[in-house]
């Protein structure tokens, strides 16, 4: 029996409709499917970021409890516990000897800490203008920016519309464009809003240059620049201030380029600070650290005794949580008066 070609053609039109629904349907079995997978898995990771902000936060109230033990010393030193230190005084024989801050188990995970004590670096909302001025000489910036960058950054935290000589209020952050905004006239929460401030570049905040990533960097003579050179710093504002502490600088724990921002510390100075402090016994109070430093100079005391201290009260907190091969970190600031510590903020940083 013959097949009309009518009948052929309706068969192959039937069998290329069949296909195409075939095809259809398997399409949107597969997008249910990964609908449903990705459904899934941010069902799981709604419950791991849970879990995790639970063993983040179980690992800053472990460093709470570090602080508060080591608390009642008269000082803070990076040979302390809670620096990852050997531990010195009485409490090498307390509870704290031979613990971690890093790998201890938190419920299903696990977590590593690390803390820095805030009263090593200068509180910007404290500097005041000839602290301001030193610290940017020492960073290398140009003269007429010691004037800018100062007043403007006095400016920018203290209330009132009256601008200093070389500063800037919300009338001058007003007129700029395409980005407009008023001045804060609060204390600084986030360093970042040093950015914001007028003379603060990029550069000054970060310490970084564009030069510096050239083959053919220019290099800088003495303070300053020459004309058309390209700006370097020795550091950034960034590496030397912090927004949160009680004011004064703790000299036991300052690094050397918060040391060298104190009026009055030379290098020499400052290498006497560094071995007085580091020596067997070690120097452990303000009158002894300055006296090393100032080789028995009563006028640096003087000019050094309000900016200095030698106990640590602010600390940034660092805790990285971990569930088998995933981990989040997390940050806090907590502040410590004798054993008793306070979290005044966590969130998550990664």
């Known amino acids: 029996m013959k097949i009309s070609p009518a009948k052929k053609n309706r068969r192959a039109f ?18 249910f499917a990964y609908a449903m997978k990705i459904e899934t898995k941010l069902a799981a990771n709604t419950n791991n970021d849970e879990e995790f902000y639970w063993i983040g936060r179980g690992g800053v109230e472990r460093a709470c409890w570090w602080l508060a033990l080591e608390g009642n ?8 516990y809670w620096a990852g230190g050997p531990g010195e005084g009485p409490e090498t024989n ?28 200068i509180n910007i909302n404290r500097a005041d203008e000839p602290l301001l001025k030193q610290v940017l000489t020492v960073q290398g910036a140009d003269p ?6 100062s007043d403007s950054i006095l400016d920018w935290i203290q209330p009132g519309d009256y601008a200093r000589p070389a500063g800037a209020k919300s009338d001058y952050y007003l007129g ?52 058309g050179q390209e700006a370097t710093y020795a550091f950034g504002l960034r590496d030397v201030f912090t ?12 690094d050397e380029k918060v040391l060298e921002c104190l009026p009055g510390l030379d290098t020499a100075a400052i290498q006497a600070l560094e071995t007085a402090r580091d020596s067997e016994p070690p120097a452990r109070n303000v009158g002894q650290l300055l006296t090393a ?13 309000k900016y200095v201290t030698v106990q640590g009260s602010t600390y940034e907190v660092h805790a990285t949580a971990t569930i088998g091969q995933l981990s989040h970190e997390y940050t806090a600031i907590v502040c410590r008066s004798g054993p008793s510590v306070t979290v005044f903020s966590f969130y998550r940083t990664k």
């Open 14 to 31: 039937a069998v290329i409709v069949a296909l195409i629904a075939v095809t259809v349907l398997t399409m949107m079995a597969g997008a």
């Open 73 to 80: 010393q008269p000082f803070s030193s990076k040979q302390q």
């Open 94 to 121: 307390g509870p704290l000897a031979g613990e971690s801050l890093s790998g201890f188990p938190v419920g299903e995970g696990m977590v590593s800490l690390s803390m820095t004590e805030l009263e090593s670096k």
């Open 144 to 149: 007429g920016e010691l004037s800018v960058v």
């Open 176 to 227: 700029l464009s395409p980005l407009s905004y008023n001045a804060k006239a609060a204390p600084i929460d986030n360093l970042d809003e040093l950015q914001l401030v007028k003379g603060v570049t990029r550069d000054i905040y970060t310490g970084e240059s564009s030069a510096a990533n050239t083959p053919f960097a220019r290099h800088q003579l003495g303070f300053g620049h020459a004309p």
């Open 243 to 254: 927004p949160f502490s009680l004011g004064q600088v703790n000299l036991l724990t300052a």
């Open 293 to 305: 430093a100032g080789g028995g100079n009563p006028a640096l005391v003087n000019q050094l005794g």
